[in-house]
């Protein structure tokens, strides 16, 4: 069976701090925009989030990705501090 046959995913909803850019993506690519990231976090249907942020938050992101139990592709390295990840 070859990956293209395996593959169900479709971008449901975007998340972004920034309403003018969240709006416009929410148009282009046809997925509900979210301003509010616990809200976003709370759908039930988003199995897999996949983080794109500034690296200043990252952490935060990924953190109340994880606390919400959601898994996660994150697009930069996690680079903290060791005492944060412990």
Excluded: W
Aim: aromatic content about 6%; some cysteine; hydrophobic content about 40%.
């Amino acid at each position: 069976m070859g990956c293209e046959a395996s593959i169900d995913v479709r971008l449901a909803s975007i998340y972004d701090e920034n309403p003018e850019r969240g709006f416009e993506k929410e148009k282009e690519v046809n997925a509900k925009y979210f301003d509010d990231l616990e809200i976003f976090l709370e759908q039930d249907d988003l199995d897999t989030v996949v983080i794109c942020s500034m690296n200043c938050k990252l952490y935060a992101h990924a953190t109340t990705a994880v606390e919400g139990g959601k898994d996660m592709l994150l697009r930069n390295l996690l680079q903290q501090e060791l005492r944060m990840a412990e």
